[in-house]
């Protein structure tokens, strides 16, 4: 359920002359996606930086035969006192059950199945769904202290999801260890900023508009946000997906039917306090549809929206909740 969303960073650069305040930008890759971060400091942080990210890359890449989550997966382990693992998949629980399942880590043999995964896509039919969603669901496996329980040895986890957005909480929350007040995480999308830009502004975040490219070459900006203490994740349908036999199947999975999400629901923007929790919702924005998730948003304290939407007539249209239009730069 992976979303390789990248909303356009608006950010404007002064030339670092007076330690201690200094801007700084590093970028690189990690976790098959790009990073982008900037903050304000004494000196250069870029080398712990990536170091701390390949840290968590040992932690929750899939890709990764040594990491926590793939030793998870193929039964090598049943307990870790690995907190970033234990964590990620506290919270995921978690948003598993406020979301109905709509979130659902568990979902990757499905995943996979359908080509979005980390194996080869498979020749898909109902019988195969079927067999595959035996050992899917979050109440089949659980947390119990340091001991990771499966309820099936089959059951694999995909932290896609909200990994991203606990990755750039990661940096954050480094960032506020070591003091720093100006910043912005950017992470495959995933962002999290505070304080002001080296211009003394709110950081402004770019919101694409959902036009279907999986290049990601041809983006329009659709609004832009300015954001300061807190974090906004987007996922949508229009970055990656493949289309068969005339029909458009996206990468995020309906873990109740096993199939790719069909509905009028082209993106979902979040906004809240940390990214992994934004991450998580903007996913499952997705599964719920349009008015679903605006629904289940109304409820949670602190969350904010942004949904872009296809209408019977195939118009392009917006819902936007109070507090997130209030972020948008007019």
């Given at each position: 359920m992976r979303k390789l969303i990248f909303p356009i960073v608006v950010l404007l650069f002064a030339a670092c002359t007076v330690r201690p305040d200094c801007y700084y930008s590093n970028d690189g890759f990690i976790q098959g996606t790009t990073y982008h971060i900037v903050y304000k400091y004494k000196t250069d942080l870029g080398d712990e930086i990536a170091r701390q990210l390949h840290r968590f890359d040992t932690s929750l890449s899939a890709y990764m035969p040594e990491s926590t989550i793939s030793q998870v997966n193929n039964n090598l382990i049943t307990e870790t006192d690995d907190t970033l693992f234990l964590n990620c998949m506290r919270c995921a629980f978690q948003i598993s059950e406020l979301t109905g399942g709509a979130m659902d880590i568990t979902v990757s043999?499905?995943?996979?199945?359908?080509?979005?995964?980390?194996?080869?896509?498979?020749?898909?039919?109902?019988?195969?769904?079927?067999?595959?969603?035996?050992?899917?669901?979050?109440?089949?496996?659980?947390?119990?202290?340091?001991?990771?329980?499966?309820?099936?040895?089959?059951?694999?986890?995909?932290?896609?999801?909200?990994?991203?957005?606990?990755?750039?909480?990661?940096?954050?929350?480094?960032?506020?260890?070591?003091?720093?007040?100006?910043?912005?995480?950017?992470?495959?999308?995933?962002?999290?900023?505070?304080?002001?830009?080296?211009?003394?502004?709110?950081?402004?975040?770019?919101?694409?508009?959902?036009?279907?490219?999986?290049?990601?070459?041809?983006?329009?900006?659709?609004?832009?946000?300015e954001l300061s203490g807190l974090s906004l994740s987007t996922s949508g349908n229009y970055r990656k997906f493949y289309i068969e036999n005339g029909m458009k199947y996206s990468h995020?999975?309906?873990?109740?039917?096993?199939?790719?999400v069909q509905s009028g629901l082209l993106s979902a923007s979040i906004v809240g306090p940390d990214c992994i929790t934004t991450d998580a919702l903007a996913t499952a924005c997705m599964v719920l549809g349009t008015e679903r998730a605006a629904a289940m948003c109304d409820t949670l304290p602190g969350i904010e929206y942004y949904l872009i939407y296809s209408d019977f007539d195939g118009e392009m249209k917006t819902l936007v909740s109070k507090g997130f239009e209030a972020m948008i730069l007019k």
């Open positions: 043999p499905l995943v996979n199945a359908w080509g979005f995964g980390f194996s080869k896509k498979e020749h898909v039919s109902q019988q195969l769904i079927d067999s595959l969603k035996e050992f899917c669901g979050y109440r089949k496996i659980r947390i119990d202290g340091n001991q990771i329980i499966k309820y099936d040895p089959r059951i694999q986890l995909n932290a896609n999801c909200l990994a991203q957005g606990q990755s750039v909480d990661f940096i954050a929350e480094m960032f506020e260890r070591l003091g720093v007040r100006d910043y912005m995480v950017e992470i495959g999308g995933e962002v999290r900023a505070n304080g002001l830009s080296a211009k003394g502004k709110v950081w402004r975040i770019g919101i694409d508009k959902p036009i279907d490219d999986s290049t990601a070459q041809n983006r329009e900006l659709q609004d832009i946000v995020t999975i309906d873990p109740a039917t096993g199939y790719p």
